[in-house]
């Protein structure tokens, strides 16, 4: 698989779209998994309080 500064070379060289593309697919691939294991460690932490009313019939 080819790395981000692999696809900015190619990018540079050709100056093609679609290689341009791969090169923003690939970084933002990158960065949104960065992002994404950031907020997965605080998420579902389960002490918050019920905020549903039950009532009986």
Known sequence: MIDEKDAWN???Q???VLDYLQYKSIS???HSGELK???DEVQNQ???A???EYRRA
């Open 37 to 39: 294991e950031d907020k």
């Open 10 to 12: 190619s990018f540079m």
């Open 28 to 30: 933002y691939a990158k």
């Open 46 to 48: 389960g002490s918050g």
């Open 14 to 16: 050709s100056g093609s």
């Open 50 to 52: 019920q905020t549903a």
